[in-house]
């Protein structure tokens, strides 16, 4: 009936068949319209108070990368295990809440699992996933690309690593990366950009992660390579069953645990979203579990989560640090071995079940509690999230070289003494850091997302 009328004021109008051929042009140029819309990420700000939690990383992550480097005894798992009293009661107490890198990077992968797939589960049109896939690796490259190739300039052309090991050496720091790598040349700094990207497995291990300050370059890669087992999952949702969504999730989740996988995490953080989205989550969430006359409110069982998992870390930091790493020998080595974890790198990234717990424990309660969510929907929480990856990029390098020739420039004066240059350190790094991280920000990170769309875009034309 459209077309036919459509083809009548054609026929009828004086240049009928022209008029047509503008009016269909003009259709062509709303219907590529609506189409860019569609495919621009949905956001739901009932949500925003992720981006807040990826702010509060901020956080711990920094101060993870400056007490590594200046302060070693004070976090958990360094290799550091002797020092002053304050620093070992550190170690054992708030270490374990704030400054814990295994715990924090592997909030970090499963809280991108847990956003990534937002714009999907909102709107489950095929545009969407196809944007978000395609944007993704865009997004994520060009930022990494100019992270290393400042490090190149940095360490390779200019400061070079040995006063990373005189500093090593000088404050007997056996736990920093002071064996950073410095490029041979640009060649071979491209290509460790093109290996963030490409390496299947041992992510630690590659040339781009030994160059970056802190060698924690490899979440990149995780991040990037579940991205996909996430939109590959993901697409199941708008057409099966919930019930068996969860069941199947759970199958999956335990067998990522099993050969010690990421996706043991990443799948978990779907399931979550999926569960607040479609399922009613955080309703659902806040009626008690009855157990035959007894109910119990569900948030004992969260909290239970994140006890149990923070009452181990405490142990392995306290009473049995020779069990922290007893979990490797019961996952499979697929990805690695491919048998039974017959070795025990300890240096590598790990996949805790401590972590999990109390991560899981806590997403349960954030997802199922608005009083929770405002904590961290908040403007600083939020204006650093929105920022995090610069953050992520730019604090290792300028604790690394800033920090540490500060330090060393003013421990060789004798008007200063060791604390007064952590001290003016600390300042240092988390002044220029702020600065520096918003310029990457905007000038790196900002721009990055926007070319990805304008790209998309484009190749949609």
Same mark, same amino acid.
């Given at each position: 009936?459209?077309?036919?009328?459509?083809?009548?004021s054609?026929?009828?109008?004086?240049?009928?068949?022209?008029?047509?051929?503008?009016?269909?042009?003009?259709?062509?140029?709303?219907?590529?319209?609506?189409?860019?819309d569609?495919?621009?990420?949905?956001?739901?700000?009932?949500?925003?108070?992720?981006?807040?939690?990826?702010?509060?990383?901020?956080?711990?992550?920094?101060?993870?990368?400056?007490?590594q480097?200046?302060?070693?005894?004070?976090?958990?798992?360094?290799?550091?295990?002797?020092?002053? $009293?304050?620093?070992?009661? !550190?170690?054992?107490?708030?270490?374990?809440? +704030?400054? =814990?890198?295994s715990?924090? %990077? @592997?909030?970090?992968?499963?809280?991108?699992?847990?956003?990534?797939?937002?714009?999907?589960?909102?709107?489950?049109?095929?545009?969407?996933?196809?944007?978000?896939?395609?944007?993704?690796?865009?997004?994520?490259?060009?930022?990494?690309?100019?992270?290393?190739?400042?490090?190149?300039? $940095?360490?390779?052309?200019? !400061?070079g690593?040995q006063?990373?090991?005189? +500093?090593? =050496?000088?404050?007997?720091? %056996? @736990?920093?990366?002071?064996d950073i790598?410095t490029?041979?040349?640009?060649?071979?700094?491209?290509?460790?950009?093109?290996n963030?990207?490409?390496?299947?497995?041992?992510?630690?291990?590659q040339?781009?992660?030994?160059?970056?300050?802190?060698?924690?370059?490899?979440?990149?890669?995780?991040?990037?390579?579940?991205?996909?087992?996430?939109?590959?999952?993901?697409?199941?949702?708008p057409?099966t069953?919930?019930?068996?969504?969860?069941?199947?999730?759970i199958?999956?989740?335990?067998?990522?645990?099993?050969?010690?996988?990421?996706a043991?995490?990443?799948?978990?953080?779907?399931?979550?979203?999926?569960?607040?989205?479609?399922?009613?989550?955080g309703?659902?969430?806040?009626?008690?579990?009855?157990?035959?006359?007894?109910?119990?409110?569900?948030?004992t069982?969260?909290?239970?989560?994140?006890?149990?998992?923070?009452?181990m870390?405490?142990?392995?930091?306290?009473?049995?640090?020779?069990?922290?790493?007893?979990?490797?020998?019961?996952?499979?080595?697929?990805?690695?071995?491919?048998?039974?974890?017959?070795?025990?790198?300890?240096?590598?990234?790990?996949?805790?079940?401590?972590?999990?717990?109390?991560?899981?424990?806590?997403?349960?309660?954030?997802d199922?509690?608005?009083?929770?969510?405002?904590?961290?929907?908040?403007?600083?929480?939020?204006?650093?999230?929105?920022?995090?990856?610069?953050?992520?990029?730019?604090?290792?390098?300028?604790?690394?070289?800033?920090?540490?020739?500060?330090?060393?420039?003013?421990?060789?004066?004798?008007?200063?003494?060791?604390?007064?240059?952590?001290?003016?350190?600390?300042?240092?790094?988390?002044?220029?850091?702020?600065?520096?991280?918003?310029?990457?920000?905007?000038?790196?990170?900002?721009?990055?997302?926007?070319?990805?769309?304008?790209?998309?875009?484009?190749?949609?034309?």
């Amino acid at each position: 009936m459209a077309a036919a009328s459509d083809e009548l004021s054609a026929e009828s109008a004086p240049g009928g068949k022209l008029r047509s051929h503008w009016f269909n042009d003009i259709k062509n140029v709303a219907i590529f319209r609506q189409k860019k819309d569609a495919a621009l990420s949905a956001h739901d700000k009932t949500q925003d108070y992720l981006v807040g939690v990826r702010g509060f990383l901020v956080i711990q992550s920094f101060l993870w990368v400056f007490l590594q480097t200046f302060v070693p005894a004070t976090v958990k798992g360094s290799a550091n295990t002797t020092g002053p $009293a304050y620093q070992l009661a !550190l170690r054992k107490s708030l270490s374990v809440l +704030f400054w =814990n890198d295994s715990l924090i %990077y @592997s909030s970090i992968i499963l809280l991108s699992a847990r956003t990534t797939c937002l714009p999907f589960l909102l709107n489950p049109e095929k545009i969407v996933v196809a944007s978000s896939a395609f944007r993704r690796g865009l997004r994520l490259w060009f930022p990494t690309a100019a992270a290393l190739v400042i490090c190149y300039i $940095a360490f390779s052309k200019n !400061l070079g690593a040995q006063y990373l090991f005189d +500093f090593a =050496n000088a404050t007997s720091n %056996y @736990s920093m990366h002071a064996d950073i790598y410095t490029m041979p040349n640009s060649l071979a700094n491209f290509n460790s950009i093109f290996n963030i990207f490409w390496v299947p497995y041992n992510f630690s291990y590659q040339a781009g992660n030994w160059a970056f300050p802190t060698q924690t370059l490899w979440i990149v890669t995780a991040l990037f390579q579940q991205s996909y087992t996430v939109f590959t999952a993901m697409l199941i949702a708008p057409y099966t069953r919930a019930s068996w969504r969860v069941k199947g999730c759970i199958i999956f989740i335990s067998t990522a645990f099993w050969v010690y996988s990421w996706a043991w995490f990443s799948i978990t953080g779907l399931l979550l979203a999926d569960a607040v989205v479609n399922m009613d989550f955080g309703t659902r969430s806040k009626i008690p579990l009855k157990i035959g006359p007894v109910s119990i409110p569900k948030w004992t069982l969260y909290i239970l989560l994140m006890v149990a998992g923070f009452a181990m870390q405490f142990t392995w930091a306290t009473a049995r640090p020779d069990l922290a790493n007893a979990e490797l020998q019961y996952h499979t080595g697929l990805y690695s071995t491919g048998g039974l974890y017959t070795w025990n790198d300890v240096n590598a990234p790990q996949l805790r079940s401590d972590n999990y717990l109390v991560i899981l424990g806590f997403f349960l309660l954030l997802d199922t509690y608005e009083w929770v969510q405002r904590l961290f929907n908040n403007a600083m929480f939020l204006y650093l999230g929105r920022r995090s990856f610069s953050y992520f990029l730019i604090q290792s390098i300028i604790v690394y070289t800033l920090g540490i020739k500060l330090f060393m420039h003013m421990t060789t004066n004798p008007s200063y003494n060791t604390a007064n240059a952590r001290g003016a350190s600390f300042v240092a790094c988390l002044a220029t850091t702020i600065v520096a991280a918003e310029a990457f920000y905007r000038l790196v990170d900002r721009p990055s997302q926007a070319f990805a769309r304008m790209v998309f875009d484009w190749i949609r034309e």
